[in-house]
């Protein structure tokens, strides 16, 4: 099982519509999550990060963590063309040997059209 | 500053050359990291950097060799690497290692590495 699953992809959806990503994690030690956006040949740029249960609001964005299902989301509000990217969920553990390590999931290719 | 700033952008070297990565960054910050990302490949964890002192070595070939000169520099030199070693190379920073939610990690623009 991997540490970190996301859907790959590809994910489209219409301009203006809401986007919904969905991220996994296997540790139940893992203390942060984290959204970065990742454009064609770029590095990552977070999104944003939550560390507690619920949602968590920003703009367009929202993250949505449930540490008991061990699940946490992003939704992208009136979804525009410059939303394509790669999505990366990303989980750091708090504890352990791999402490402050930040692992990520395998991304998941969102695509907007017009 | 806001940044994490790497060079060179772009490190074409032979199999039998020597070369460094270069990562610099003034926020303050006192956990360095080092990532490597293969095309269509999230990042892969390569060492991390916890006050100038390699607290995380993810089993890296040794031609892989790690830096940290202080607390705002973070090279990683490179020698005898392999083809398959090519890749985008990302340095980040963070206030601190750990698990807290606010220990942000910055990535800088990255080096795309071509080994011949």
């Known amino acids: 099982q991997k540490e970190v699953e996301q859907n790959s992809g590809p994910l489209s959806v219409p301009e203006g519509a809401i986007a919904s990503l969905n991220c996994t994690y296997s540790?139940?030690?893992?203390?942060?999550f984290f959204w970065y956006r990742q454009y064609s040949g770029k590095s990552p740029e977070l999104i944003m990060f939550?560390?507690?249960?619920g949602d968590k609001e920003d703009g367009r964005f929202t993250a949505q963590l449930n540490k008991a299902s061990q699940y946490v989301s992003l939704l992208i509000r009136d979804s525009q063309p410059s939303d394509s990217a790669t999505y990366l969920c990303a989980v750091i553990k708090a504890g352990g040997t791999s402490y402050g390590k930040l692992t990520f999931g395998q991304g998941t290719i969102l695509t907007v059209h017009p | 500053d806001t940044e994490v700033t790497q060079t060179p952008k772009h490190l074409v070297m032979g199999m039998t050359n020597k070369k460094s990565l270069k990562c610099e960054q003034h926020m303050g910050h006192r956990a360095m990291y080092w990532y490597k990302q293969k095309a269509k490949k999230p990042p892969e964890l390569m060492f991390v950097?916890?006050?100038?002192?390699?607290?995380i070595n993810e089993s890296v070939p040794s031609r892989f060799s790690p830096e940290c000169p202080n607390s705002s520099l973070l090279n990683l030199h490179l020698h005898a690497l392999q083809p398959e070693d090519s890749a985008l190379y990302l340095c980040a920073s963070s206030p601190r290692t750990g698990g807290s939610g606010a220990n942000v990690l910055t990535f800088g623009a990255g080096s795309r590495l071509t080994v011949l």
């Open positions: 540790d139940r030690g893992s203390q942060s």
């Open positions: 939550i560390y507690s249960n």
């Open positions: 950097y916890s006050y100038e002192k390699l607290s």
